[in-house]
């Protein structure tokens, strides 16, 4: 009979929360910069003179390096291989570089009228420093998506996890709400991006001050090894491995149900501000608040949901609902006679419940599929396939809305453009990642019930 003699550091409450927070900080900092321009796309037409096609370009940069250059299968393997502490510092200090070049992209006239590659200069290197934080920022998420099952396995994992993405979504929240009046206030695009270039470097020393934790952890968890005769180290990472994760088909499901979900919401939030003064017809000062509902939404409801699933299970259950939600909202965004400013609002609302509900279930059912020696890996292929979505969607929405959404285009007094979308096109597209997402949580449930994997049981274990 096998005795647990020696309390791990995770097993005190105070120790796994402290480091879920300082974790949780960078993540923070990262979703803040990485939707700090979500809100300036008019802004961004009238005083640099991007067209939505160049926005969405630049938006679509995102996962460029991600997709084509594998970095962030990469750096799960690194993951895997070298750990978390390595792994952590070094994505954290990509996004602060990713950061600066973006921030000096916009900031700077010394790209005026350079043209790279068939792009404005200031586009294409925003593009690239953009491209090269979302590098670290993907990584960095799988690193602490690792960090949160290393620290919670056994406890409150699917809570914490919610948790965490409720500090992120406050940092998209935060910047969705405000960039573009501080930007008005300022006079310039750029403030927000050096506010979170601030952050992301505060963000890199909570990193750092992380590792001070992890290394204490490792000691603990080493020393209840020792004192287990029975204990059995587990295999290292294999390169093998990636060729098991590829041919679990529940892995597969939530991978395709990552990429749906997602595509269906995050490219929906850069398009938002501009939906909401062409079809609700909110000012420009306020027009970032109603979309920065959706992720203040998700900071309530994720962990609720994720407390849920850890006490009741349910989890599969749980991602049907949320997808349901997010097709029929964006369904009802596409009527036309709904234009009203407080349907706006109500549809905000639901549609951040729906978010809340699929990451927080989604999350922590991958340790259910993966075995924990290759969850940095199988975390960041399924962020892989999720990145696919997050650099095409908002390039085809950019193009559908050049191509066959404009209404009218006005010339300011002052020489600007002012340029009006129909919306209906887009929001018929974000629904229809919604339904495919519907199928593809079903078919998740219907795996679940065939192997076993216990998506639908509690997560606490007794």
Same mark, same amino acid.
């Given at each position: 009979?096998?005795?647990? =003699?020696q309390k791990?550091?995770?097993d005190?409450? !105070?120790?796994r929360?402290t480091?879920?927070l *300082?974790v949780s900080?960078?993540?923070? !900092?990262?979703y803040?910069?990485a939707?700090?321009?979500a809100?300036?796309q008019g802004?961004?037409?009238?005083?640099l003179g991007?067209?939505a096609?160049e926005?969405g370009?630049?938006?679509?940069a995102?996962?460029?390096?991600?997709?084509?250059?594998?970095?962030?299968?990469?750096g799960?393997i690194i993951?895997? $291989?070298?750990? *978390?502490?390595f792994?952590?510092?070094? @994505?954290?200090?990509?996004?602060v570089?990713?950061?600066?070049i973006?921030y000096?992209?916009?900031?700077? #006239?010394?790209l005026?009228g350079? =043209?790279i590659?068939g792009w404005k200069?200031?586009v294409?290197?925003a593009?690239i420093?953009y491209?090269i934080?979302?590098?670290?920022?993907?990584i960095?998420?799988?690193t602490? @998506?690792? /960090?949160?099952?290393k620290?919670?396995?056994?406890y409150?994992?699917?809570f914490?996890?919610? &948790?965490?993405?409720s500090?992120a979504? &406050?940092g998209t929240?935060?910047a969705?709400s405000?960039a573009?009046?501080?930007s008005? /206030?300022?006079g310039s695009?750029?403030?927000?991006l050096?506010?979170g270039?601030?952050l992301?470097?505060?963000?890199l020393?909570?990193?750092?001050?992380?590792?001070i934790?992890? $290394? $204490?952890?490792d000691?603990? *968890?080493?020393?209840?090894n020792?004192?287990?005769e029975?204990?059995?180290?587990?295999?290292?990472?294999?390169?093998?491995?990636i060729f098991s %994760?590829?041919k679990?088909?529940g892995w597969?499901?939530i991978?395709?149900?990552?990429?749906?979900f997602?595509?269906?919401? +995050?490219p929906?939030l850069?398009y938002?501000?501009?939906?909401?003064t062409? $079809?609700?017809d909110?000012?420009?000062?306020w027009a970032?608040?109603?979309?920065g509902l959706l992720p +203040?939404g998700? %900071?309530?409801?994720?962990?609720? +949901?994720? @407390?849920i699933y850890?006490?009741?299970g349910?989890?599969a259950t749980?991602m049907i =609902?949320?997808s349901?939600i997010?097709m029929?909202v #964006?369904?009802?965004?596409?009527i036309?006679?709904?234009?009203?400013t *407080?349907? !706006? +609002?109500i549809?905000?609302i %639901?549609?951040?419940i729906?978010?809340s509900?699929?990451?927080?279930a989604?999350?922590?059912s991958?340790?259910?599929i993966i075995?924990?020696?290759?969850?940095?890996?199988?975390?960041?292929?399924?962020?892989?396939?999720q990145?696919?979505?997050?650099?095409?969607?908002?390039l085809?929405?950019?193009?559908v809305?050049?191509?066959w959404?404009?209404?009218?285009k006005?010339?300011n007094?002052?020489?600007t453009t002012t340029?009006?979308?129909?919306?209906?096109?887009?929001? &018929?597209i974000?629904?229809?990642?919604g339904?495919?997402? &519907?199928l593809?949580?079903?078919l998740?449930?219907?795996?679940d019930k065939?192997?076993?994997?216990?998506l639908?049981t509690?997560? =606490?274990?007794?």
């Amino acid at each position: 009979m096998t005795e647990k =003699i020696q309390k791990l550091l995770r097993d005190s409450k !105070a120790a796994r929360w402290t480091a879920l927070l *300082i974790v949780s900080f960078t993540m923070f !900092a990262g979703y803040y910069l990485a939707d700090a321009m979500a809100p300036l796309q008019g802004m961004l037409e009238k005083q640099l003179g991007w067209n939505a096609n160049e926005y969405g370009f630049f938006t679509s940069a995102y996962g460029w390096f991600n997709v084509f250059l594998f970095f962030l299968i990469i750096g799960g393997i690194i993951l895997d $291989k070298m750990g *978390i502490r390595f792994t952590g510092v070094a @994505s954290a200090a990509v996004m602060v570089a990713g950061a600066a070049i973006k921030y000096w992209a916009v900031s700077t #006239h010394s790209l005026d009228g350079v =043209i790279i590659f068939g792009w404005k200069g200031q586009v294409m290197m925003a593009a690239i420093g953009y491209a090269i934080f979302g590098v670290g920022v993907e990584i960095a998420g799988v690193t602490v @998506s690792k /960090i949160i099952v290393k620290w919670f396995k056994g406890y409150e994992m699917a809570f914490a996890m919610g &948790l965490q993405v409720s500090i992120a979504r &406050l940092g998209t929240g935060l910047a969705i709400s405000t960039a573009l009046p501080v930007s008005q /206030i300022f006079g310039s695009v750029s403030v927000p991006l050096l506010f979170g270039l601030v952050l992301l470097s505060i963000g890199l020393i909570a990193i750092i001050l992380y590792n001070i934790q992890d $290394k $204490k952890l490792d000691v603990t *968890i080493k020393a209840a090894n020792l004192a287990n005769e029975s204990f059995v180290e587990e295999e290292e990472f294999k390169s093998s491995d990636i060729f098991s %994760i590829l041919k679990n088909k529940g892995w597969w499901y939530i991978a395709i149900l990552c990429v749906l979900f997602y595509s269906a919401v +995050f490219p929906f939030l850069k398009y938002a501000t501009n939906l909401m003064t062409n $079809k609700f017809d909110v000012s420009d000062n306020w027009a970032g608040l109603i979309p920065g509902l959706l992720p +203040f939404g998700t %900071i309530i409801f994720t962990p609720i +949901f994720g @407390s849920i699933y850890d006490k009741k299970g349910k989890g599969a259950t749980i991602m049907i =609902i949320g997808s349901l939600i997010i097709m029929a909202v #964006h369904l009802l965004f596409a009527i036309p006679f709904l234009n009203q400013t *407080i349907i !706006a +609002f109500i549809l905000m609302i %639901i549609l951040g419940i729906g978010f809340s509900l699929v990451p927080s279930a989604m999350w922590p059912s991958v340790p259910k599929i993966i075995p924990e020696r290759q969850l940095g890996t199988a975390y960041s292929l399924i962020f892989y396939v999720q990145n696919w979505g997050l650099m095409g969607v908002p390039l085809l929405i950019g193009w559908v809305l050049d191509k066959w959404c404009i209404i009218a285009k006005v010339t300011n007094a002052d020489g600007t453009t002012t340029t009006t979308y129909d919306y209906q096109i887009p929001m &018929l597209i974000f629904a229809g990642f919604g339904l495919l997402a &519907l199928l593809f949580a079903y078919l998740l449930k219907v795996e679940d019930k065939k192997k076993g994997y216990g998506l639908e049981t509690p997560n =606490i274990q007794k």
